[in-house]
């Protein structure tokens, strides 16, 4: 029941296209929902996050859409550039514990030029 | 640079022997966490501070892992008799929990990790 589900593992994108990563929860208090970017050898960097009380979220060229009765979430990067190639995590916690987060597996991206 | 920094960036040991990593958070920040995380998956939960208080351990640490945070700033994580196992990359990060209206919100900053490898 803790585990966030993430496909798919990989994704290939010719540049100016949409890229598409989805995530599935179980846990039901789970109420913050983190996207993380990630490139080899470095630390995870956050994209950007929604709570379940919205249905989208957006900034920039990254959209968080929410689907709370399917208990599932997307990440779509609009207009994907080469420097968007990296692994990309979803991520979920509860304020009603301890405030960790449950990663899903990841999604490694290539932007072809 | 305001950021979270862990130092070592890298290190290579031998099976057996003792290693120490330390994170420095972001100075405000009051919660810590250590993540461990394996080439080709997400970083996973080890264990986490609030202030100098550690609140919980996931059964990811093991009783030759030791984490403190002893004056509620930075903090070190300790592998005794390392394994090869133990090879990862271990992240720390740190958060401060505000209030937006009513809900509260925490969004936690990673940072650029220690990479173990145990030979």
């Known amino acids: 029941q803790q585990q966030v589900k993430q496909s798919p593992q990989s994704l290939i994108v010719q540049k100016g296209g949409i890229s598409i990563i989805n995530c599935a929860y179980e846990n039901t208090a789970f109420d913050y929902f983190p996207w993380y970017q990630q490139f080899p050898g470095k630390g995870p960097a956050l994209l950007i996050a929604?709570?379940?009380?919205?249905s989208e979220k957006k900034e920039g060229r990254f959209t968080i859409s929410f689907n709370k009765s399917a208990k599932q979430f997307s990440l779509h990067i609009m207009d994907s550039q080469p420097g968007d190639s990296a692994t990309y995590f979803c991520a979920a916690s509860s304020v009603s514990g301890t405030y960790k987060y449950i990663f899903g597996t990841g999604t490694r991206l290539k932007v072809l030029a | 640079d305001t950021g979270v920094s862990q130092d070592p960036r890298h290190k290579i040991t031998k099976r057996g022997q003792n290693v120490t990593f330390r994170c420095d958070p972001i100075s405000e920040h009051n919660r810590l966490y250590w993540y461990r995380q394996t080439l080709g998956q997400g970083p996973e939960f080890l264990t986490y501070?609030?202030?100098?208080?550690?609140?919980?351990k996931s059964r990811l640490l093991s009783d030759r892992f030791s984490a403190e945070r002893p004056k509620g700033s930075f903090s070190t994580l300790e592998i005794q008799r390392t394994e090869q196992g133990d090879s990862a990359m271990y992240l720390c990060a740190s958060s401060l929990g505000t209030f937006r209206g009513p809900r509260y919100q925490e969004t936690q900053y990673f940072g650029p990790g220690t990479r173990l490898l145990v030979l």
């Open positions: 929604i709570r379940p009380d919205v």
């Open positions: 501070f609030q202030n100098e208080a550690q609140l919980e």
